[in-house]
């Protein structure tokens, strides 16, 4: 909690704080820690328990007024239907490759959408095509909410590449060339392959 307030004092009330527990505490504790979590606003709760059980979910979303973001260890939008159809998260975040690529991607966030969820698609720590694969496929989607990746993670991943992509203003601007419109650096990849 001493982390959570110093870091909200230092960021302010226009900063969204997204706190992730990776699905790392019991329903009892989940809930008592989005409990202490209300005073400083938080933006979404990401997975308080495993994504595995929406039962266990189901019980934290009834006790809680904290917003849930789920999706990052969800597959298929089979395994997002239970998290639709009973209501138990406020935003969703499927990864892009885990999920099985743009189309699946794309499919839940049009499934998302019917239920007016948000979608930020879980990135860290996919390497660049995964981060341009969900930039693309977001901006074709209306419920779009924000896209995750790692900051400190761009120099390295523009290394990996032909043509570095940027990010401007806290903006992914893509080149507009067809495809993904990047390219992997096999030279770099070739240099830095590990046995």
Not at 21 to 36: D, E, F, K, Y
Not at 74 to 88: A, K, S, W, Y
Not at 164 to 191: F, R, T
């Amino acid at each position: 909690m001493e982390c959570v307030r110093a870091v909200r004092e230092a960021a302010g009330p226009d900063v969204d704080l997204l706190i992730e527990v990776h699905g790392r505490l019991s329903p009892a504790n989940a809930i008592r820690l989005a409990h202490r979590l209300e005073p400083y606003d938080i933006g979404f709760y990401e997975e308080p328990v495993p994504p595995e059980s929406w039962k266990a979910l189901k019980q934290v979303k009834e006790q809680v007024k904290t917003r849930i973001c789920v999706g990052e260890r969800l597959h298929t939008r089979f395994d997002f239907v239970p998290v639709f159809q009973n209501r138990l998260a406020d935003y969703i975040m499927p990864d892009t490759v885990w999920t099985g690529g743009i189309s699946e991607v794309k499919k839940i966030a049009v499934m998302a959408e019917a239920y007016d969820i948000p979608i930020a698609p879980h990135v860290v720590p996919g390497g660049p095509l995964e981060l341009i694969a969900a930039a693309h496929t977001m901006s074709t989607v209306p419920n779009f909410y924000r896209l995750e990746y790692a900051h400190h993670l761009v120099p390295v991943h523009n290394e990996m590449l032909t043509e570095p992509y940027s990010i401007e203003n806290g903006e992914m601007v893509l080149n507009g060339k067809p495809g993904l419109g990047y390219d992997l650096d096999e030279g770099w990849l070739a240099a830095h392959a590990m046995e």
